[in-house]
């Protein structure tokens, strides 16, 4: 399964907004809403941020929220925080073999 | 406490077998699919195999299809990977983890485990 395609990094200032895309086909994103997101510090397991494109797990701030438009959705941090930093990854079902996931590629959040 | 916590991890030579264990306690594995997700050494996440909340269904990345199995044991509330036909590449962090909604198919892995290391090398 090809990955998800998402920006290498993405840095911003304590406070301010910044917003994480991952590109994909109708075979996933385009086509079904099952996008999630996940951020991972390092030598931590991931944490699931959002499921279903916009739904946030109970415990998660309201500051992190997604959508989804096309083939491409998006991760939106808002009041960034410096705990906010590390790797967020986009994960969609996709039909381009049988029933499965696809990740995408990361994304480096740095708070400079 | 909700929580999975998986063992089995080691090294390994190419093309040998080994079993990952993901003990489940908080919830029973019968009301949700379950999932295995990989991570090799300072690289990204990659998929690895589900099952369905009722067992019925079973669905692998091309990458392990044929060389993995996933299955569950009810009465211990066990998840296994039964890893066959090793490779290098299948080198990685084992995660265990849970799908967010009850019974649903898809929409979100949640309550990740810490992980177990599988090494492949001779």
């Known amino acids: 399964q090809s990955a998800l395609t998402q920006p290498a990094s993405v840095s911003g200032s304590p406070g301010q907004s910044i917003t994480i895309s991952c590109t994909g086909t109708?075979?996933?994103?385009?086509?079904?809403?099952?996008v999630s997101w996940y951020q991972q510090h390092p030598g931590k397991a991931p944490k699931l941020m959002i499921y279903d494109v916009n739904n946030r797990p109970s415990g998660v701030s309201y500051r992190f929220s997604g959508s989804k438009s096309g083939n491409t959705a998006s991760l939106t941090i808002s009041g960034l925080q410096a705990e906010d930093e590390g790797y967020y990854y986009c994960s969609s079902y996709t039909t381009r073999t049988t029933h499965s996931y696809v990740f995408g590629t990361g994304t480096k959040v740095t708070v400079v | 406490q909700l929580q999975v916590v998986e063992s089995g991890g080691g090294v390994v030579q190419p093309g040998r077998s080994l079993r990952l264990s993901c003990a489940a306690s908080?919830?029973?594995?019968?009301?949700?699919?379950m999932h295995w997700v990989r991570q090799a050494p300072g690289k990204g996440l990659e998929w690895v195999a589900a099952?369905?909340?009722?067992?019925?269904?079973?669905y692998y990345a091309d990458s392990v299809k044929g060389r993995f199995t996933i299955s569950r044991d009810e009465s211990k509330n066990t998840l296994y990977l039964q890893m066959s036909s090793l490779r290098a590449e299948d080198t990685a962090l084992y995660y265990c983890?849970?799908?967010?909604?009850?019974?649903?198919?898809?929409?979100?892995?949640?309550?990740w485990g810490l992980g177990t290391l599988v090494t492949v090398s001779s």
């Open positions: 109708i075979s996933d994103i385009g086509g079904y809403n099952y």
């Open positions: 099952i369905s909340y009722d067992g019925s269904n079973k």
């Open positions: 983890a849970r799908e967010v909604i009850p019974v649903a198919a898809v929409g979100g892995i949640d309550n």
């Open positions: 908080g919830f029973t594995l019968s009301s949700y699919a």
